[in-house]
């Protein structure tokens, strides 16, 4: 027996290991007994996040950057946080892997994920796998892609002196598959496309089988085959059963798969609901400060002024 799954792709016979045994490259290694001890044993209707009035100041002016923030967001769930460019998209994705910490003593304060609320950035680096503009451009040096995605086993930008282990290599192997990009595994990340860099930066994130995915802006800077390439892989990993968390503040961003959206404007949540009762004219309008109609094409809204 080789171990392989007869009849099957290597993409199909990934999410099959991935939704039955999330951390099958190597029971009892410690990349997967960490992750188990962190939330293996966790009951699956604890909250993924659990926050309640929670808000957030920066800077020597001690400027209020999120303001009465609440949210709870189940295990499995995906949701669209919408909003103008400045809004807090990003400060509240600070807020949710520790880099931010809001102030406490306030009335109904919570601050929980999993059903805990003492964290550390470390520990989450195992709960959430993270995309984004900042992240891409770290990685941007001459390092392959294959070396960026083994990075994500140990949390740095390359491998430097890592000891990467066989176990390790295939795991990535079948992420790359499963993402239908392993043929560009050789190729420096440099030389990618930036569409083609991003695709190995969710492969990074996957590593270590997160409880969520967050994706910040992560169609910034992408033409329109890049990002349709892109959404196609967003959605192929939506349907493992994982949560996933998309800042954007475009419409088209929006996924199929996403059933939930906030709104967020000026630091603060303004509207959370159903998908369908969040993107329709009114509120949108509102949202951007612009007069628009909403519309409905297949799976996918659009708005038209």
Not at 46 to 68: D, T
Not at 160 to 182: E, H, N, P, Q, S
Not at 209 to 217: A, M, Q, R, S, V
Request: proline share 3%; net charge positive; glycine share 10%.
């Amino acid at each position: 027996m080789n171990g392989k799954i007869k009849g099957v792709t290597a993409s199909e016979e990934f999410r099959f290991k991935w939704q039955r045994n999330p951390g099958f490259y190597r029971p009892g290694s410690f990349i997967t007994a960490r992750v188990d001890m962190l939330w293996g044993s966790s009951r699956e209707d604890v909250p993924l996040l659990e926050f309640n009035n929670l808000s957030v100041v920066r800077g020597v002016e001690n400027k209020q950057i999120l303001r009465r923030i609440s949210i709870r967001m189940e295990q499995g769930e995906r949701l669209a946080l919408l909003g103008p460019n400045g809004c807090g998209k990003s400060s509240f994705i600070n807020l949710v892997i520790r880099e931010y910490y809001p102030f406490s003593g306030v009335d109904g304060y919570s601050f929980k994920i999993l059903g805990r609320e003492d964290w550390n950035v470390f520990d989450l680096r195992y709960l959430f796998g993270i995309v984004s503009d900042r992240l891409q451009s770290a990685c941007s040096g001459d390092i392959t892609g294959m070396e960026t995605v083994l990075s994500g086993f140990f949390g740095s930008v390359g491998l430097y002196r890592a000891r990467v282990t066989a176990r390790m290599r295939r795991k990535a192997r079948d992420i790359l598959d499963f993402l239908d990009i392993g043929h560009l595994s050789g190729l420096e990340i440099s030389r990618m496309s930036t569409g083609e860099a991003r695709r190995f930066l969710i492969a990074r994130a996957l590593v270590h089988d997160p409880k969520g995915l967050i994706l910040d802006e992560p169609c910034n800077g992408l033409d329109l085959q890049s990002m349709s390439r892109f959404r196609s892989c967003v959605r192929k990993i939506a349907g493992t059963g994982i949560s996933v968390i998309l800042a954007t503040h475009n419409l088209q961003d929006i996924i199929p798969e996403i059933s939930r959206v906030i709104l967020m404007k000026d630091g603060e949540f303004i509207a959370d609901g159903a998908k369908k009762d969040m993107l329709e004219s009114r509120r949108i309008g509102r949202l951007f400060d612009l007069r628009v109609r909403m519309k409905k094409i297949g799976a996918y809204y659009y708005a038209l002024s």
